[in-house]
């Protein structure tokens, strides 16, 4: 069975940093891609940033660029969301996806991330 | 990266037949067969209702089918239930391992 559980979230300040991470089971984990999609408070879902299963390939929203950073360590099945210089309008629940070209095959829970001062 | 274009709201009546468009560019839409459909209820986590255009994941009833032409895709729900009502979303793959989803459309069965 796939389970994506992540954790890392929580309050903070506008400018400053959090980091999340996704551990993945049930499935052969460096062969697939993985992405962060958000959804803010009352609105849509939002990809964020996506990483190949080799790692060579990243990319992300242009929102986000230059300040989020997405990294994955294949040999501890985790996937993580380095988010620096945060601002509100980053407030949002960010799920971890196994990301097939074709969709997020499967979602974790969400973790709430809240930028406010 | 400009997002899908989805209607904000459909409706129909249970046992009649919906249809959600979701329209993109040769970029992302068109340019791939890799639109995804997403089915979310209030609090819930979203749930892939269809992968690569038109493949049902196990357990999705055959009620949701998707197409595609050209820069538009559809999710057409067939027979209408009243757990049917929620947000759908789309998405499409746009190349180079981005993703990009559409604002969603709220579904209600009246």
């Known amino acids: 069975e796939v389970q994506l559980l992540e954790s890392g979230g929580g309050s903070v300040q506008p400018g400053g940093s959090l980091r999340l991470s996704c551990a993945a089971s049930g499935f052969t984990f460096g062969t697939y891609a993985m992405s962060w999609v958000r959804q803010a408070p009352g609105k849509g879902l939002e990809w964020v940033s996506g990483?190949?299963?080799?790692?060579?390939?990243?990319k992300y929203v242009d929102s986000v660029k230059g300040r989020f950073t997405i990294s994955r360590d294949n040999s501890k099945n985790m996937v993580y969301l380095e988010m620096d210089s945060l601002r509100a309008d980053d407030t949002a629940v960010y799920y971890c996806?196994?990301?097939?070209?074709?969709?997020?095959?499967?979602w974790g829970q969400g973790t709430l991330v809240t930028v406010s001062s | 990266q400009s997002a899908l274009t989805q209607p904000r709201s459909v409706s129909g009546s249970p046992g009649q037949s919906v249809t959600i468009s979701c329209t993109g560019t040769s970029s992302d839409v068109g340019g791939y067969n890799y639109v995804s459909w997403y089915q979310q209820h209030p609090g819930k986590v979203p749930k892939v209702m269809i992968l690569?255009?038109?493949r049902r994941p196990s357990g999705v009833p055959d009620r949701f089918s998707g197409s595609k032409s050209g820069n538009t895709a559809s999710l057409t729900i067939s027979g209408l239930q009243a757990e049917d009502e929620a947000d759908y979303y789309c998405?499409?793959?746009?190349?180079?391992?981005?993703?990009?989803f559409g604002g969603g459309t709220k579904l209600t069965v009246l």
């Open positions: 990483i190949s299963g080799n790692t060579v390939s990243a």
């Open positions: 996806t196994k990301a097939l070209f074709g969709g997020c095959e499967y």
């Open positions: 998405c499409s793959y746009a190349g180079s391992y981005s993703w990009v």
């Open positions: 690569d255009v038109s």
